[in-house]
């Protein structure tokens, strides 16, 4: 019995030194975590809590894949993530604080230089539309004018 209970509080402290040891976002966050809106569909592209931790690389090894190596997978594309990720209110990932990627960025003062060239808004779906039509032809890459100028 005693080396069991012993043995129950090592796994004790063993457990907490592990959570100690893992710096969550949440954990990091505290009360005033942001809140994020939920992504379109009923799942992310991985596991919600990989996604949590890891989009970072996801993306960076899909820009990698796609610029060097000429392969390319629309998977972790950063197309998809704002397709499903835009707020309803602003239409963009990260045009205000509220937005999906901006919330937690701006949280976490994480600053991204991606928008210079990405596309923050889902491309336009409404082709009758003279704007859509424009856009349509406009690339992917250029999307500050859709935001009229304005850096997130
Ligand atoms: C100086 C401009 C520029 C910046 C800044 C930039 N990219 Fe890109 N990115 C490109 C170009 C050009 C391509 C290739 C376009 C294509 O193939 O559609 C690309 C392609 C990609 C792709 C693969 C295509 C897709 O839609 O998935 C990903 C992912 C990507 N970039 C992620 C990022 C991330 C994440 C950042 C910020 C950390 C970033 N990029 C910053 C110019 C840029
Ligand atoms: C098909 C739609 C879809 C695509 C594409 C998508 N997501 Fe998601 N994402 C979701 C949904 C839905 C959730 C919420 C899942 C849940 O609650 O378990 C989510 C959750 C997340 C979370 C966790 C949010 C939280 O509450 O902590 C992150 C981070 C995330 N996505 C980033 C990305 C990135 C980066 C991409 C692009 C590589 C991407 N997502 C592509 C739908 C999508
Ligand atoms: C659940 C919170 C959360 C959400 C939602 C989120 N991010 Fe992040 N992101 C982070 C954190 C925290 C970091 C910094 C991680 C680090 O420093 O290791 C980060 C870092 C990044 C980086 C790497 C930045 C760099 O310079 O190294 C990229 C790229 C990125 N996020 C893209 C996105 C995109 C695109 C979205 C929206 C589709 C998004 N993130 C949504 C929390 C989030």
Redo the contacts with the bound molecule.
């Keep these: 019995m005693a080396r069991l209970s012993s043995w129950l509080r090592l796994a004790a402290l063993i457990g907490a030194a592990a959570v100690l040891a893992a710096p969550s976002f949440e954990a990091a966050a505290g009360a005033d975590k942001p809140t994020l809106t939920r992504g379109k569909g009923d799942k992310c592209v991985e596991d919600t809590e990989f996604m949590r931790r890891n989009h ?1 690389d996801l ?2 090894h ?2 990698d ?3 060097h190596k000429g392969i ?1 997978t ?1 998977k ?5 993530c704002v397709e499903c990720h835009a707020g309803e209110k602003s239409g963009s990932v990260a045009a205000s604080k509220e937005d999906f990627c901006m919330a937690c960025h701006s949280y976490a003062g994480v600053k ?3 928008w ?3 596309a923050t808004k889902p491309m336009a779906k409404k082709p009758g539309q003279a704007e859509a039509k424009a856009e349509s032809k406009a690339s ?2 250029m999307p500050n004018s859709r935001n009229g100028g304005a850096k997130p």
């Design positions: 970072m993306l960076k899909q820009r894949e796609t610029m390319r629309t972790h594309s950063l197309k998809q991204l230089d991606c210079d060239c990405h992917p890459l």
